[in-house]
Nanobody, 121 residues
Framework: QVQLVESGGGLVQPGGSLRLSCACS????????MSWYRQAPGKERELVAV???????????NYADSVKGRFTIVRDNDKNTVFLQMNSLKPEDTAVYFC???????????WGQGTQVTVSS
C-alpha cells in the first residue's frame, strides 16, 4: 500500500522557518521524482519544488521563482523521506502543502494528504 505522510506544518511568524517532512512507503522511493506542491484558498495547486530520482550524478532540484533562495528540497533515500526546508517565510506562503511522488514513464503519480502552513503575525 502506497503511503505519503506529510508532517511539520503549523503556524509561524513572518520571517520564520519550518521544515516539512514526507515519509513514504509502499513503493521504491529512490526511483521516483519527489515534489512539493501547495494550494492556497481559492487558488490552484502549484509546484513549489522538485527533486529528481537518485542518479549517478546526484539529484537535480528545481524551484518555483517565488521560493528560490528561501526553500530547499532534499531527499534521504535511506529513510524514504523527502524534506522541504522553508526559511524567510512570508504570509503569501500560507497554504496546504502536498507531497508528490511521480514516475512519468510508468504513469504513476501518488499524493499525500497535505499539511497546513500558516504564516501570520
Amino acid at each position: 500500500q502506497v503511503q505519503l505522510v506529510e508532517s511539520g506544518g503549523g503556524l509561524v511568524q513572518p520571517g520564520g522557518s519550518l521544515r516539512l517532512s514526507c515519509a513514504c512507503s509502499g513503493f521504491t522511493f529512490r526511483t521516483y521524482a519527489m515534489s512539493w506542491y501547495r494550494q492556497a484558498p481559492g487558488k490552484e495547486r502549484e509546484l513549489v519544488a522538485v527533486i529528481s530520482s537518485a542518479g549517478s550524478v546526484g539529484a537535480i532540484t528545481n524551484y518555483a521563482d517565488s521560493v528560490k533562495g528561501r526553500f530547499t528540497i532534499v531527499r534521504d533515500n535511506d529513510k524514504n523521506t523527502v524534506f522541504l526546508q522553508m526559511n524567510s517565510l512570508k504570509p503569501e506562503d500560507t497554504a496546504v502543502y502536498f507531497c508528490n511522488a511521480r514516475r512519468i514513464a510508468y504513469g504513476e503519480d501518488y499524493w499525500g494528504q497535505g499539511t497546513q502552513v500558516t504564516v501570520s503575525s
